[in-house]
């Protein structure tokens, strides 16, 4: 991976979500898709990570400290039926390609 494009919308949601708490880290998932970019073609990729859309996450009740996060199987299925149908719904080729997390202020 040689560069990210990210939507201004995704930016937009991904920090809001950062920013609904200080006292806990906070995670979510980055929907879009990867292309080539164009490269040298000497096995010299140039591959980009396109993000359109965010998937948000809540924090699993039983993670270990408020400066951790986790994702159950449960909810990166969802992340994966939430991509499938926002293919549906935009005719593009969307999947997982990658997540945020916050680094709250705990003390």
Same mark, same amino acid.
């Given at each position: 991976?040689?560069s990210?494009?990210? *939507? $201004?919308?995704?930016?937009? @949601?991904?920090?809001?979500?950062?920013? *609904? *708490? !200080?006292?806990?880290?906070?995670?979510?998932?980055?929907?879009?898709?990867?292309?080539?970019?164009?490269g040298?073609?000497? &096995?010299?990729e140039?591959?980009?990570?396109?993000?359109? $859309? #965010?998937?948000?996450? /809540?924090?699993?009740?039983?993670?270990?400290s408020?400066? /951790?996060?986790?994702?159950?199987? !449960?909810?990166?299925?969802?992340?994966?039926?939430?991509?499938e149908?926002? $293919? !549906? !719904?935009? &005719?593009?080729? *969307? /999947? #997982? @390609?990658?997540?945020?997390? $916050?680094?709250?202020?705990?003390?």
């Amino acid at each position: 991976l040689t560069s990210v494009a990210i *939507t $201004s919308n995704a930016l937009e @949601v991904a920090l809001s979500h950062a920013l *609904t *708490t !200080e006292r806990e880290e906070i995670m979510g998932l980055l929907l879009g898709d990867v292309v080539d970019a164009g490269g040298t073609g000497k &096995g010299q990729e140039r591959l980009t990570a396109r993000i359109w $859309s #965010v998937s948000l996450h /809540r924090r699993e009740t039983d993670v270990r400290s408020d400066d /951790r996060v986790e994702i159950s199987p !449960e909810q990166l299925a969802a992340a994966a039926g939430e991509a499938e149908r926002i $293919s !549906e !719904e935009l &005719g593009i080729h *969307t /999947r #997982v @390609v990658g997540w945020y997390h $916050s680094h709250p202020h705990l003390a």
